[in-house]
C-alpha cells in the first residue's frame, strides 16, 4: 500500500518498517546503495575581504561514538504521510543537516512515515487534505523512528555513545521519543547529547530541565548527557504574535541553547555552512558571495565573522536571535537568504527555521567533538 495516497486509511493498519534493510535508512555504516550521507560536502571560505579558499571535508569511518538523525517536514509526496521511498529533498536536507557530523560519528538516519509538506502547505492554506486531522498519522512517523532507534541499539550501538539529532517535526518526533524512551532510564547513559534544532523544547523558568526531567541544557562544550534546542530569528525579523517558534505550552518557556557560546547564551560568532544554491522552500536566491563576481561552484560556502546570534527573551519568546554583520564597504555579500516566503512575501512567523541547521553547523561538528572526548573520558574511569 502506498502511503502517499492512503489519508483515508486507518494509520493502525499500516505495517511496521523492517529496519534490517538498508532501504529503511538514509545513512547507515555498510549501506552502498544510495547512502545519503555520502555526497561531496566541499566548502568555498569566502573572507571579508573577498579572498576565497577551498575547505575539503572527510568522514572519520573510525569516530568512537554515533550520530542518530531524524529530519525535518521535507516530503513532497502527495498525501497526508509519506512512504518510504526517498525523493531527493529527503536525501538534500541530510546533506545539508546532518552529513558533516561525520567528521565525529558514525551517521544513522532512518526513514520513517513522516506528515508531508504536501499536508503543511495545504493546511497552511486553509485547505487540510481528507484525514490531515487525524493524530493517528503522526503517531505513525513516531512509532516508525521508535522502532528504528530500537533495532539500532539492538544491532549497531555496541555500548557506544550517540548523539540524537533533530530538525522541525524531526525535532518534535525526538523530543517525545527522549521523552517517553530515554529520560530516566538506563539507556540514558549512552546519551552524548541531543541536538533539536527548529523546535520549542519546554522548560521550566530559571531551570535548565522541564519537560526533560533527568536532561538538562548543555551549559559547555565537553558536557555530555544534555540537550542543545534553539528556534533561530533575524535579529530585525522578531518573531510575532503568531510565531511558531519561541513559546512552550504549559507556563514553561522554550528552550534557547546558542551553539556559538553555550556557557551563557550570550553573543557568539556562527561557524555557518550556507548552501550554495537556492535554498528550499524559499523563493529568494542568494546574491553573489564576493559582490561582482560569479558564485562559487562548491555545494556550501562559510562566511567566517558574518553572522552572529545569541539567546534573548523578548515580548515573551525566548529564541536565538542573529545579527548579520553587513558592511557595505567590503566585498563580500552583506545578506543571506532563509527566510520562508510566501506569495513573495517573508513569513515573519517561520524565522530563519530552514537554515536553523546551516547557521551553527561547524560550532556543532565542534561541539560533537569535544562531547565525544569527555563522553569518552568518563567511560575511562
Not at 530563519?352 to 551553527?360: G, P, T
Amino acid at each position: 500500500m502506498t502511503l502517499a495516497a492512503a489519508s483515508g486509511a486507518s494509520a493502525q493498519d499500516t505495517p511496521k518498517n523492517d529496519y534490517s534493510k538498508d532501504a529503511a535508512w538514509l545513512c547507515r555504516p555498510g549501506k552502498t546503495d544510495g547512502n545519503a550521507c555520502g555526497y561531496d560536502l566541499t566548502t568555498t571560505v569566502v573572507q571579508a575581504s573577498g579572498k576565497e579558499s577551498v575547505e575539503h571535508f572527510k568522514a572519520d569511518p573510525r569516530a568512537p561514538i554515533d550520530c542518530f538523525y531524524v529530519y525535518p517536514t521535507v516530503s513532497n509526496d502527495p498525501g497526508v504521510v509519506s512512504d518510504m521511498n526517498p525523493g531527493p529533498e529527503e536525501v538534500n536536507v541530510v546533506k545539508v543537516q546532518f552529513a558533516r557530523l561525520g567528521a565525529k560519528c558514525r551517521l544513522f538516519a532512518p526513514l520513517y512515515r513522516q506528515v508531508t509538506l504536501t499536508a503543511l502547505r495545504a493546511g497552511m492554506g486553509g485547505k487540510p487534505l481528507p484525514g490531515q486531522s487525524d493524530p493517528k498519522w503522526r503517531k505513525l512517523g513516531y512509532d516508525d523512528v521508535v522502532d528504528a532507534w530500537n533495532y539500532y541499539l539492538a544491532h549497531d550501538n555496541h555500548g557506544r555513545g550517540v548523539v540524537l539529532v533533530g530538525h522541525s517535526q524531526g525535532s518534535g518526533v525526538l523530543t517525545q521519543v527522549i521523552k517517553n524512551e530515554i529520560d530516566g532510564k538506563p539507556v540514558q547513559k549512552k546519551l552524548v547529547s541531543a541536538i533539536l534544532m527548529g523546535t520549542r523544547l519546554p522548560v521550566d523558568a530559571g531551570k535548565d530541565t522541564g519537560l526533560f526531567q533527568h536532561i538538562p541544557l548543555c551549559r559547555q562544550s565537553r558536557q555530555t548527557g544534555c540537550v542543545i534546542a534553539y528556534a533561530s530569528f533575524r535579529d530585525t525579523v522578531p518573531p510575532p504574535a503568531n510565531s511558531l517558534f519561541g513559546k512552550a505550552e504549559g507556563g514553561r518557556i522554550a528552550a534557547c541553547t546558542n551553539p556559538a557560546n553555550l556557557a551563557a547564551g550570550g553573543k557568539g560568532v556562527f561557524h555557518a555552512y550556507m548552501s550554495n544554491t537556492q535554498i528550499a522552500n524559499s523563493a529568494a536566491q542568494q546574491q553573489p558571495w564576493v559582490k561582482g563576481q560569479p558564485n562559487p561552484k562548491t555545494p556550501f560556502v562559510s562566511v567566517p565573522g558574518l553572522l552572529t546570534g545569541q539567546c534573548v527573551e523578548k515580548n515573551g519568546f525566548s529564541y536565538l536571535e542573529v545579527h548579520v554583520n553587513a558592511d557595505p564597504a567590503d566585498p563580500r555579500a552583506d545578506d543571506i537568504v532563509g527566510d520562508v516566503v510566501q506569495n513573495g512575501q517573508v513569513n515573519p512567523a517561520w524565522g530563519l527555521h530552514l537554515i536553523d541547521a546551516n547557521l551553527a553547523m561547524g560550532n556543532l561538528v565542534t561541539i560533537v567533538g569535544e562531547e565525544s572526548k569527555a563522553y569518552l573520558a568518563k567511560g575511562k574511569k
